[in-house]
């Protein structure tokens, strides 16, 4: 995703087309985000919320437990999470 502007290639103006291709589909609603549930900031009480989901195999699509909502970001703007 990031290799382009990492290494500044000739072709980094394609990475801003990709992006703007796919703000476009998410304004569409053609493409969704898979992020499921946002617990927050990493405390004990949302880790065994989280750890409990996990464990009662009904988790769906992607979670995010942060320190800092700017940490979870990317997935709740995009859905892309790893």
Not at 7 to 25: H, I, P, S
Not at 40 to 45: D, K, R
Not at 62 to 78: D, F, H, K
Request: proline residues 1%; glycine residues 10%.
């Amino acid at each position: 995703m990031f290799t382009r502007s990492m290494f500044e290639t000739a072709d980094m103006v394609e990475q801003g087309k990709l992006l703007q291709r796919v703000a476009e589909l998410v304004d569409a609603g053609t493409l969704r985000s898979t992020l499921g549930e946002h617990y927050g900031a990493i405390n004990a009480a949302n880790l065994k919320r989280a750890h409990a989901l996990l464990e009662s195999g009904k988790a769906r699509g992607n979670w995010c437990v942060g320190g800092v909502l700017s940490a979870c970001a990317p997935a709740i703007q995009t859905g892309v999470m790893h």
